[in-house]
């Protein structure tokens, strides 16, 4: 895939820019997700992919192949994402806004969703930038010390701190989640 993305970013660089479509297809969804898990908004996480991608179009020039394209491009995602919530003067905000009301059944999926996002929640900014890129889009501990401006090591510490900070609290949602939905 990186072969197909160089080949890509080549043709793009020489002036083909309707090649840049297969940049775009081969990443919109995991930016998405990404700027989506950041942002805690649909609107705001799809304003901000398009952003990304144009900010990503208009700097290629600058694209060097010492790091991945993919990290490239999640450093300006990172970056984009941190100004916006630096423009909405948030820190820490809300993964996802639950709208239920207490009549509904609740299903299985749900219950599991909503596990997930209490723990996240728990996290503080960082946290859940570093498990994001870690766990769901499967960058090393390097290239997320790259797109963080952290360094690995340090990246790697904070990865198995969180790690065993949400093992602990774990079992506190859980008894959480058994009260409430019980």
């Not at 820019?17 to 297969?22: F, K, Q």
Request: positive net charge; charged residues 30%.
């Amino acid at each position: 895939m990186n072969e197909e993305i160089n080949e890509v970013l080549n043709k793009v660089k020489l002036g083909d820019t309707e090649s840049y479509a297969t940049i775009i297809r081969c990443f919109q969804r995991k930016l998405y997700l990404y700027c989506y898990y950041l942002l805690s908004s649909k609107e705001e996480a799809e304003d901000a992919t398009q952003d990304i991608f144009i900010k990503g179009f208009n700097n290629i020039h600058n694209f060097t192949p010492t790091v991945s394209f993919s990290s490239w491009l999640y450093k300006i995602a990172y970056n984009h994402c941190m100004d916006l919530l630096k423009k909405r003067n948030k820190f820490l905000t809300v993964l996802l806004n639950f709208k239920k009301e207490k009549h509904q059944p609740i299903e299985q999926s749900d219950r599991y969703t909503d596990y997930i996002h209490e723990l996240l929640e728990r996290l503080n900014l960082e946290e859940r930038k570093i498990l994001l890129l870690r766990a769901l889009e499967e960058y090393s501990f390097e290239e997320i010390a790259l797109i963080m401006d952290l360094k690995p090591a340090g990246v790697r510490k904070k990865y198995e701190r969180l790690r065993k900070k949400l093992l602990k609290q774990q079992g506190g949602v859980q008894s959480e989640q058994a009260y409430r939905h019980g």
